[in-house]
C-alpha cells in the first residue's frame, strides 16, 4: 500500500470490554512501534517490534496492553479490559531500518473511547 | 531520560508572516531531534531532523530549524506562513540511550489567519 493504514479508525467500547487495534505497515519495513496519544498531548511510545520480535515494551502502561507481530508484518495492539483512562488515539508507525535511524512513517490512528 | 518542552501551546499567525514555534529539550545525550506535522485525519509527518550533522537543518514545505547546545533550543521556522501549514506540530527528542524512545512534546496548534 502507499502508506501505513489502521483499523478500525474509530472504535467506541463499554468498560470492561476487550478490543484488538490492527495495523498494516509498509511493505517491507523492519520496525514497527505502537504510540498512544491523548487528548491534547503528544504521542507517548508503547512498543517496539523488529520484524516479529518485540524489542521493547517498556511504554506499555499496564499488563491489559499486549502486542503481536507474528510474521513481522501485521500488528495487532490488544488491550483487555477497557478502562476509561485507556481513552486515546492510538498511532502505528513503521521504518525501513531497525530503531530510529530511518523515518518512521506514520497511520492516522485509531480513536478509542472507552464509555 | 530526555524530555522536550514546547513553549506555546497554540501560535497564531497572518498568511504571509513568520512562523516561529518554540522548542527546548533535556537529554543526558547528543540527542537527535525532529519536527513533526499532524494535519487533522492525518498520520504525523516528519518535517525535518537534527543527528548531529549541520546545527541549521532544512526540512519540507519551507521550514528549518536550528541546533543550538548552548540554549538547548530546536525552534521552528518559515519566512513565510501558508494557509496550508495550520496544523499541530510536535518536537521530538531521541537521545543515544535508547534508540527506540522518541519524546514528543505536548503539540503546538498552528492557525493561519487570511
Known amino acids: 500500500g502507499a502508506g501505513v493504514s489502521q483499523s478500525p479508525r474509530y472504535k467506541v467500547a463499554k468498560r470492561g470490554q476487550d478490543v484488538a487495534l490492527r495495523c498494516d505497515p509498509i511493505?517491507?519495513?523492519?520496525?514497527l512501534f505502537w504510540y498512544q496519544q491523548a487528548l491534547g498531548q503528544g504521542p507517548e511510545f508503547l512498543t517496539y517490534f523488529q520484524n516479529e520480535a518485540q524489542l521493547d515494551k517498556s511504554g506499555l502502561p499496564s499488563d491489559r496492553f499486549f502486542a503481536e507481530r507474528p510474521e513481522g508484518s501485521v500488528s495487532t495492539l490488544k488491550i483487555q479490559r477497557t478502562q476509561q483512562e485507556d481513552s486515546a488515539v492510538y498511532l502505528c508507525?513503521?521504518?525501513?531500518?531497525?530503531?530510529?535511524?530511518?523515518?518512521?512513517?506514520f497511520g492516522p490512528g485509531t480513536r478509542l473511547t472507552v464509555l | 531520560a530526555q524530555s522536550v518542552t514546547q513553549l506555546d501551546s497554540h501560535v497564531s499567525v497572518s498568511e504571509g508572516t513568520p512562523v516561529l514555534l518554540r522548542c527546548n529539550y533535556s537529554?543526558?545525550?547528543?540527542?537527535?531531534l525532529f519536527w513533526y506535522v499532524q494535519h487533522p485525519n492525518k498520520g504525523l509527518q516528519l518535517l525535518l531532523k537534527?543527528?548531529?550533522?549541520?546545527?541549521l537543518v532544512k526540512g519540507i514545505n519551507g521550514f528549518e530549524a536550528e541546533f543550538k547546545k548552548s540554549e538547548t533550543s530546536f525552534h521552528l521556522t518559515k519566512p513565510s506562513a501558508h494557509m496550508s501549514d495550520a496544523a499541530e506540530y510536535f518536537c521530538?527528542?531521541?537521545?543515544?540511550?535508547?534508540?527506540?524512545?522518541?519524546?514528543f512534546g505536548a503539540g503546538t496548534r498552528l492557525t493561519v489567519k487570511p
Open positions: 537534527y543527528t548531529s550533522a549541520a546545527t
Open positions: 537529554s543526558s545525550y547528543s540527542p537527535s
Open positions: 521530538v527528542v531521541s537521545d543515544g540511550d535508547n534508540n527506540n524512545d522518541m519524546r
Open positions: 511493505s517491507g519495513h523492519v520496525s
Open positions: 508507525a513503521s521504518s525501513l531500518a531497525p530503531g530510529w535511524v530511518t523515518e518512521q512513517f
